[in-house]
């Protein structure tokens, strides 16, 4: 039977609150019987007992009116008389109804008789006229009769009795309402006692019953809580607890069917994923948070032989990514920045030999929808083909131009000899066409020269001549070899470099040949009247030079591309081979630099060259090697 939760609480409720009833009800009985009989003893016994005093006290006067009379006091004795009389019948009449006790009723039939016969010898006695001397004889009695006191010797002696009796029953009676009510005590004791026990032994069933079942429920909820879903509550009633145990085996019944489910589309998930990154021709690493391979694809086992630690073959402490790659590594995996290098002077080489395989890597952060970093992805981009090609093709173009230089030079003379009119006089067109051939040529030639630097910067064919060098002394140096054309075109060229600035540790003339080609370009792309500024800035232990112009500026989407070789931004009507920028990149990163260009179209753009500051030589100076050069070493 369905017995629900309200009805066992109002089940242990109820008797409680009946017992208490009943223990009440108990105790008004008792009490009510004890006011009872000590009532019926007071009413009874009492009053019999004030008869008795009265009758006594009429009887008493009765007697005396005798005595007036025999001292000749007549009138005051008979009045007396008559008059006591009435009390004395009134209170015997009383007592006569009042009869309570056995034996009270002899007794009183006895003080009725002895009462009628005192009564008839007083009359007797106030018959006779006043001061007759039988009167004595009526009132004292004689051998041959009794008197008049002896009369009321035996009236006094019963009413004295019917007294006693009385007074004995009302004296017993209270040692009985005494008794009565001691025992009543202890049975209400008992019961109070006997209540408390059953009341004591219903809570506690009560909230046993109701406690238990919820306990369960609490630590199954906990074990689940804490990933144990394999929990059971056993319905042990079948009230609201039972039916939440019911749901709560049905909850878990349905989380563990979740789970499995889940288990089953994560492990597919997990599959198609691993099968996604073995398919892979590159190498592939997930690293978890800790810095542990999570997974890896069989190009990532070959080349690094990492393995992810879920292989079961206990990763021995954490992989150790290649030297290039463990700051860019813990960087993502603090989830700062991603590192996503693109030229091939990022690339690391791997293998046995440390030759084998050139990969350029990529490691991007693992972030939880909650932007929480969950780990890091490592592509390593396997770049070898790419790279042999790019350095076939700087050899050819390197070749090529060289090969270009020496021929072109001499048309370029030769174009100039016949300028100078030294082999003979030209007429208008000739001057005219070979004034065009010179300025191709002039192209052609900066070009090839432009070409040449860059081959041999890529291929580190040129050494560079690292000195330290006040940042003063080269962005002057830059502005000056410009200045004349600046002032030619209208153009302000200003050096800001505030005092105490580190040396650069660089090869002065690569640099200058940088800032020639920035400042070159901030010249061409700025507008008559507008300026170009060269400054310089510490940074840690880097030098960041700044060329910025107030000129055209670059569209957002081209600022990417603005240091790849050959690129120029599409619809510029101004000369260009697209090389220079490409030099100025070059330049830096063989000073393990780096450079960055901010721009705003129609506003004007900023080439920042970050480069590596001269080491501070306390043998010289105490403070860093002065910008100003007086602490700067000289070569
Ligand atoms: P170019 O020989 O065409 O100047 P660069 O490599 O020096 O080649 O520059 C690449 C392109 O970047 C240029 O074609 C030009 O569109 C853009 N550029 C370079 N510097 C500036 C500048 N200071 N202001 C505006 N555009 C510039």
Avoid at 172 to 190: G, H, I, N, P, R
Avoid at 306 to 319: D, E, F, M, R
Avoid at 329 to 346: H, N, V
């Amino acid at each position: 039977m369905k017995i629900s939760l309200r009805w066992r609480i109002l089940a242990t409720l109820v008797p409680l609150l009946l017992l208490l009833a009943i223990q009440g009800a108990g105790g008004a009985i008792l009490l009510y019987r004890l006011s009872g009989h000590i009532d019926a003893i007071l009413r009874e016994n009492y009053r019999s007992v004030v008869y008795m005093e009265r009758l006594n006290e009429a009887l008493e006067r009765i007697d005396s009116s005798f005595k007036f009379a025999l001292a000749d006091r007549e009138d005051q004795g008979r009045k007396q008389y008559e008059a006591n009389w009435v009390a004395f019948d009134e209170n015997l009449r009383l007592e006569q109804e009042n009869i309570t006790l056995p034996g009270e009723a002899d007794l009183v039939d006895q003080l009725a008789q002895l009462s009628q016969a005192y009564r008839k010898q007083g009359k007797a006695f106030y018959a006779r006229p006043s001061g007759d001397s039988e009167r004595k004889h009526d009132y004292f009695g004689g051998k041959d009769r009794p008197g008049l006191l002896d009369r009321f010797n035996e009236i006094k002696e019963v009413s004295a009795q019917i007294l006693r009796i009385n007074q004995q029953n009302m004296g017993d009676a209270s040692q009985e309402a005494k008794d009565t009510a001691a025992a009543s005590l202890s049975w209400f004791a008992l019961g109070m006692a006997a209540t408390v026990l059953l009341a004591g032994l219903l809570t506690w069933h009560t909230v046993y019953t109701i406690l238990h079942p919820i306990r369960a429920v609490t630590s199954s909820a906990l074990g689940i809580s804490a990933g144990n879903l394999d929990q059971l509550v056993p319905a042990v009633s079948n009230d609201e607890l039972g039916q939440l145990a019911i749901a709560f085996n049905l909850m878990a019944r349905h989380l563990r069917d979740f789970r499995q489910s889940q288990s089953h589309q994560l492990l597919r998930a997990q599959r198609t994923s691993q099968a996604t990154i073995d398919s892979f021709p590159d190498a592939v690493l997930v690293i978890d948070a800790e810095g542990e391979v999570e997974m890896a694809n069989p190009a990532a086992r070959r080349l690094l032989g990492a393995i992810p630690k879920q292989q079961g073959q206990a990763a021995a402490g954490l992989w150790q990514p290649p030297e290039p790659l463990r700051q860019p590594l813990a960087d993502a995996l603090q989830g700062s920045t991603d590192y996503l290098p693109e030229g091939f002077d990022r690339v690391i080489l791997l293998g046995p030999n440390g030759q084998e395989c050139a990969v350029l890597p990529r490691i991007m952060t693992i972030r939880d929808p909650y932007g929480h970093t969950l780990g890091a992805a490592v592509v390593l981009h396997d770049v070898t083909r790419l790279r042999l090609l790019d350095q076939v093709k700087s050899n050819l173009v390197a070749t090529a131009s060289h090969e270009l230089k020496t021929p072109l030079t001499s048309v370029r003379l030769a174009v100039h000899l016949l300028l100078e009119e030294t082999v003979g006089p030209l007429s208008p067109k000739q001057t005219e066409l070979l004034i065009d051939a010179r300025e191709n040529c002039e192209r052609l030639l900066a070009m090839v020269n432009n070409l040449l630097d860059l081959a041999r910067l890529e291929q580190g064919w040129q050494q560079l001549a690292i000195q330290p060098e006040a940042p003063t002394t080269l962005l002057q140096a830059a502005a000056d070899a410009i200045r004349p054309r600046a002032d030619d075109m209208g153009i302000d060229i200003a050096v800001e470099v505030p005092s105490g600035l580190p040396a650069l540790s660089v090869d002065t003339e690569r640099i200058k040949h940088a800032l020639g080609n920035l400042l070159d370009n901030a010249l061409t792309y700025t507008e008559r009247g507008g300026r170009v500024t060269l400054s310089a800035a510490a940074d840690g232990e880097a030098v960041v030079l700044t060329v910025a112009d107030t000129g055209c500026g670059i569209p957002p989407e081209y600022l990417p591309h603005v240091f790849d070789k050959f690129f120029r931004v599409p619809g510029q009507s101004r000369g260009g081979t697209g090389l220079g920028l490409a030099i100025v990149h070059e330049v830096v990163v063989a000073h393990t630099g780096s450079v960055s260009c901010e721009s705003r179209p129609g506003e004007g753009t900023a080439f920042r060259l970050r480069l590596p500051a001269a080491p501070v030589d306390p043998a010289v100076n105490d403070g860093p090697t002065q910008a100003d050069g007086t602490g700067v070493p000289q070569h």
